[in-house]
């Protein structure tokens, strides 16, 4: 593999590294549906401030969501919404997967 590859597959890895917790993944379907402060998204992931905060962290040095601040509270949004559309490829993956699956049983 040629070395530009190997960082232009470096750099990919780590935006899906980004992604690649369940509740990283519903913060990123929640903010393809809109704005969200991090006050509702920690009442909907049930978790404490500072853990969703982390979450936020990574996926916004990744380049995934952006916030802004107004008063005392921070709102995100989903920057690259085309992460929507690899949810997409992955629930396809998933059905043909399951259905191959079912095809011995």
């Known amino acids: 593999m040629k070395k530009e590859d190997t960082r232009r597959f470096e750099a990919q890895s780590q935006i899906i590294k980004?992604?690649?917790h369940p509740t990283r993944l519903f913060i990123a379907e929640e903010l393809g549906?809109?704005?969200?402060?991090?006050?509702e998204l920690?009442?909907?992931i049930g978790a404490d401030t500072s853990t969703v905060s982390k979450h936020l962290f990574i996926m916004k040095n990744?380049?995934?969501?952006?916030?802004?601040?107004?008063?005392?509270?921070?709102?995100?949004?989903?920057?690259?919404?085309?992460?929507?559309?690899?949810?997409?490829?992955?629930?396809?993956?998933l059905?043909?997967?399951?259905?191959?699956?079912?095809q011995f049983v």
């Open 42 to 44: 920690t009442g909907m």
């Open 62 to 93: 990744a380049g995934i969501i952006e916030c802004e601040k107004r008063g005392t509270n921070m709102y995100y949004t989903l920057k690259m919404k085309c992460v929507l559309s690899f949810f997409s490829c992955v629930n396809q993956v």
């Open 95 to 102: 059905q043909k997967k399951a259905a191959e699956q079912l």
């Open 33 to 39: 549906k809109g704005e969200r402060c991090v006050c």
């Open 18 to 20: 980004a992604l690649a």
